[in-house]
């Protein structure tokens, strides 16, 4: 176990699967305390059951970032299981609203955007409002190379909605620094989850797909974004404020 994070109090939505889940391994090898939070119980308690078998501490949370109360008591129960909040991983995000932009359901579209967008603002409204007046703190969001760097055909709501996220991270960055809340984003290109593959793709035809798109020729693994997540929410990166980190493989360079 290392020290980096000894004492820290982590946490992460959208931990119960895939980049979430692998932030919050990572942290907990580095010695933090890990709220792993979520809307589904099942998964959040298999991520806490890995950590506890590696000699680490976390606690599963459920809630509904989408929801201003939620996301109030997600912030209110960490302190409460772990004495205080000095790191947030905003993770919690949804691929939807597919399709041609004029052909999106509008519904669908509307559920993009609570999730991806208004579930990071409230999120970091509340990590943002114990942070301030307990020392400060980072926050690292999860946005996507789709967005701000890339569009593709298909998914205008998906990009528009992680566009959202990084300009509005950055906007915090901006608008919080000056009251010790250093804030992040790392834009992640396809990685290796089941949001990276087609319907009814094979591993095999994934590979072969990836290896023609992606300059590095292949995808990148979870554990690489962990690592980014952690960087940018260590004291190593304490000059580092609104910084967006694209990790794509060459696909954006």
Avoid: C, W
């Avoid at 979430?20 to 010695?31: H, K, S």
């Avoid at 509008?106 to 609570?114: G, I």
């Avoid at 949001?195 to 035809?205: D, I, L, T």
Wanted: proline fraction near 3%.
């Amino acid at each position: 176990m290392s020290t980096r994070f000894a004492d820290k109090s982590v946490l992460v939505t959208g931990g119960g699967s895939g980049i979430g889940r692998a932030v919050a391994l990572a942290f907990a090898r580095e010695g933090a305390r890990v709220a792993v939070a979520g809307r589904t119980a099942g998964p959040l308690a298999e991520t806490v059951e890995l950590i506890g078998r590696a000699g680490g501490k976390a606690v599963a949370l459920t809630g509904d970032v989408t929801n201003t109360q939620d996301a109030a008591r997600l912030v209110r129960e960490t302190v409460e299981h772990f004495g205080g909040l000095d790191v947030a991983v905003n993770n919690a995000g949804v691929l939807g609203g597919l399709g041609p932009v004029a052909d999106i359901d509008e519904a669908d579209f509307q559920r993009v955007f609570d999730i991806n967008v208004t579930g990071t603002l409230l999120a970091m409204k509340h990590q943002i409002g114990h942070m301030r007046a307990h020392g400060g703190g980072a926050i690292v969001n999860v946005s996507s190379s789709l967005g701000f760097h890339k569009r593709l055909e298909g998914v205008g709501a998906y990009a528009a909605s992680k566009a959202a996220v990084t300009v509005l991270t950055r906007a915090a960055a901006r608008d919080h620094i000056g009251e010790g809340v250093r804030i992040n984003v790392v834009s992640p290109g396809p990685v290796e989850t089941a949001m990276s593959g087609r319907p009814g793709e094979s591993a095999e035809a994934k590979a072969e797909r990836m290896a023609a798109e992606v300059p590095l020729g292949r995808t990148g693994a979870v554990e690489e974004v962990a690592a980014a997540v952690l960087y940018l929410a260590s004291p190593e990166a304490g000059f580092t404020v609104g910084a967006d980190l694209v990790l794509d493989g060459g696909i954006t360079a």
